[in-house]
């Protein structure tokens, strides 16, 4: 079964109905029917947490976490193998450390990366990405 990436670029415009939400709802869709299986880093997850909380305070960011809990994701943990190619991802691209594991999930799946998020146009070539929006291109 094919993998897609979700980052928290696309799991934020989901929540907010920002430009491309209605792509990652098809997606969440499909996943829920077995078309796809669809992952995220716990890293990527912790940074909607953080980035919910600081704007709408910890109330909404808890109703955010319950949410996600029942959405058709697998929430990966990071091993050293996985912090290794983020690393080096880091190193070589200089991209913001979360969005790294995000890249490396897609990188080690062989699946692409869904994102609106302007930093990964740097993985083009390198990871397969499947772009939100035209803001971003």
Avoid at 42 to 71: P, Q, S
Avoid at 106 to 113: D, I, M
Wanted: with cysteine; hydrophobic share 45%.
């Amino acid at each position: 079964m094919k993998t897609v990436v979700l980052d928290s670029f696309a799991l934020l415009a989901y929540f907010e109905k920002e430009p491309g939400w209605q792509r990652v709802t098809t997606l969440l869709t499909e996943a829920a029917a077995s078309k796809h299986s669809l992952e995220c880093t716990v890293v990527n997850w912790g940074e909607v947490c953080y980035i919910t909380e600081r704007v709408y305070g910890r109330e909404k960011a808890d109703v955010v976490l319950r949410i996600m809990d029942d959405l058709p994701i697998s929430w990966i943990d990071v091993d050293r193998s996985l912090a290794r190619v983020a690393a080096d991802f880091k190193v070589a691209e200089g991209l913001a450390y979360a969005d790294c594991f995000a890249a490396a999930l897609a990188y080690t799946k062989e699946g692409p990366l869904v994102t609106g998020d302007p930093e990964f146009t740097r993985l083009e070539g390198k990871i397969s990405i499947e772009w939100l929006g035209d803001a971003c291109r």
